[in-house]
């Protein structure tokens, strides 16, 4: 199985501040990586998917990058709707597998 | 308006069994590739599998935890997808989504609209 792994598990930062989220693949996925928003008690919400391609409706705040196994998910100025805790996910190849999640709090 | 509605979480002992229903609403259902995601209380995303259109071959593929206990399957005239769940063990514990995949194609891949979970709670 690919394991996924995300770093940092939490990061505690201010409005307007540039947040980085790394996800590390165990081995290459090419560009099948999609990243998810959850907020508390909701449901969890497509970001971006493709690495790269951000879904309608997101922020434009939000981007993605990546290929093979190393990738991030930016937010260019955090804004306090985006505090919540964001997956990625790839699905490359079966079975499908999510990272543990990174919790972005506020500072 | 694109609407999945899960139902048939409960309480069941370990070693029991369950059946998992989501209803679909709003997209060609028998067109679509359909999915399940847990999420243990108070823990991160996991997934359990997918199944694709009757049209692409209709085929499951699970994730190891539950491959040989958990079946996926699907009911194209009742809008209906469906998680059977035999064998239940304790850490089987968590709220159950399903969730539509609108594209799996060119390298992308991904989940969109989500029920709003069913809780499954294994327990003596």
């Known amino acids: 199985d690919i394991q996924m792994t995300q770093s940092p598990s939490s990061v505690s930062a201010s409005v307007g501040d540039r947040v980085t989220i790394t996800c590390r693949a165990s081995?290459?996925?090419?560009?099948?990586l999609a990243w998810y928003q959850q907020k508390p008690g909701k449901v969890p919400k497509v970001l971006i998917s493709?690495?790269?391609g951000l879904r309608s409706g997101v922020p434009s705040r939000f981007s993605g990058s990546g290929s093979g196994t190393d990738f991030t998910l930016t937010i260019s100025s955090l804004q306090p709707e985006d505090f919540a805790t964001y997956y990625c996910?790839?699905?490359?190849?079966?079975?499908?597998?999510f990272g543990q999640g990174t919790k972005v709090e506020i500072k | 308006e694109v609407q999945l509605v899960e139902s048939g979480g409960g309480l069941v002992k370990p070693g029991g069994s369950l059946s998992l229903s989501c209803t679909v609403s709003?997209?060609?259902?028998?067109?679509?590739?359909m999915s399940w995601v847990r999420q243990a209380p108070g823990k991160g995303l996991e997934w359990v599998g997918r199944?694709?259109?009757?049209?692409?071959?209709?085929?499951?593929d699970y994730a190891a935890p539950v491959k040989g206990r958990f079946i996926i399957s699907r009911d194209d005239s009742k809008n209906t997808l469906y998680l059977e769940m035999n064998s239940l063990q304790i850490e089987d514990t968590a709220v159950y989504y399903c969730?539509?995949?609108?594209?799996?194609?060119?390298?992308?891949?991904?989940?969109?609209?989500w029920g709003q979970g069913t809780l499954v709670t294994v327990s003596s």
């Open positions: 969730t539509w995949i609108p594209k799996c194609s060119d390298g992308s891949c991904y989940l969109d609209y």
């Open positions: 709003g997209i060609p259902f028998n067109l679509a590739w």
């Open positions: 199944i694709v259109s009757k049209g692409g071959g209709g085929t499951a």
């Open positions: 081995q290459s996925i090419s560009t099948w």
């Open positions: 493709g690495t790269s």
């Open positions: 996910q790839q699905s490359n190849s079966f079975p499908w597998t």
